[in-house]
């Protein structure tokens, strides 16, 4: 059959490029299963707000609907792409390997990354078979699960994790529908946010403290605390 000049099939992936050549579905976690969790995030920021402590709070609740048993948990700041996270990802192999556990995460991609991933420019980027071996190299023999398909789409993940943060910080996505919202917000958390400036920190660490970006932690200083008298505005 003749195909039509410039149209291109879609290129096919061969079976050894997929992850769930090397990685589990959740439902391989049976009654007695011992399991390690792995939760891994790549910035500091991430773990503040909270996001490793979610991840392993969704894991803990799978692994004990299917009856396993949760024997360890590893969790870890960096990067997967670059490599940074292979240290902690070979100790909780190797914690997993003493205990005769499966090795638990959320997605394919708290194992493994491509090495041009990029969150804004290059989300599309999967681990490929390059990473995916070496993703085997570092964890040997300990079977790999993830709780989504190993092969889910990165929307798919990206879905998932949007949806786990707005139930366990108890959100319902979007901004909230109130009146003076923003001024609600700035008036709870001013007080908290003057002590900690009259202390001494930072903007950037007073805007981790108490959950808001470093622009309104600058706004409020200057708008409010700077007209009482601070010497420090000065």
């Given at each position: 059959?003749?195909?039509k000049?410039g149209?291109?099939r ?14 589990h579905d959740i439902e ?12 891994r995030?790549s910035?500091?920021q991430q773990?503040s707000?909270?996001?490793?402590a979610d991840?392993e ?5 799978a692994?004990e609907?299917?009856?396993?048993t ?12 670059n ?8 100790d909780?192999a190797n914690r ?7 090795l ?6 708290r194992?493994a990354?491509h090495?041009?991933?990029h ?6 980027l999967?681990a490929g078979?390059i990473a ?5 190299w ?10 989504l ?8 993940e990206r879905?998932h994790q949007s ?6 910080k108890g959100?319902?996505g979007?901004?909230?529908n109130?009146p003076?919202?923003k001024?609600?917000r700035r008036?709870r958390l001013l007080?908290?946010?003057?002590q900690?400036?009259d202390?001494?920190?930072?903007y950037r ?6 959950g808001?970006h470093e622009r309104?932690v600058?706004?409020w200083?200057?708008?409010f605390?700077c007209?009482g008298?601070t010497?420090?505005?000065?």
């Amino acid at each position: 059959m003749q195909r039509k000049r410039g149209i291109r099939r879609p290129r096919r992936q061969h079976k050894s490029n997929l992850p769930s050549t090397y990685i589990h579905d959740i439902e391989t976690i049976q009654p007695g299963t011992k399991v390690v969790i792995w939760c891994r995030v790549s910035k500091c920021q991430q773990k503040s707000r909270g996001n490793n402590a979610d991840q392993e709070t969704d894991l803990h609740t799978a692994v004990e609907a299917r009856g396993g048993t949760v024997v360890d948990v590893v969790l870890w700041v960096g990067r997967a792409s670059n490599g940074n996270a292979d240290a902690g990802l070979y100790d909780a192999a190797n914690r997993a390997a003493r205990a005769g556990a499966v090795l638990l995460a959320e997605s394919t991609s708290r194992y493994a990354r491509h090495p041009r991933y990029h969150s804004q420019h290059r989300p599309h980027l999967v681990a490929g078979m390059i990473a995916l071996r070496d993703l085997r190299w570092v964890c040997g023999d300990v079977m790999l699960v993830t709780l989504l398909d190993p092969d889910a789409t990165w929307k798919e993940e990206r879905a998932h994790q949007s949806k786990r943060g707005q139930r366990r910080k108890g959100n319902t996505g979007g901004r909230p529908n109130k009146p003076c919202y923003k001024k609600r917000r700035r008036e709870r958390l001013l007080p908290q946010v003057r002590q900690l400036y009259d202390e001494g920190m930072s903007y950037r660490a007073i805007a981790r403290t108490v959950g808001t970006h470093e622009r309104n932690v600058r706004r409020w200083v200057r708008r409010f605390l700077c007209d009482g008298g601070t010497d420090k505005c000065e």
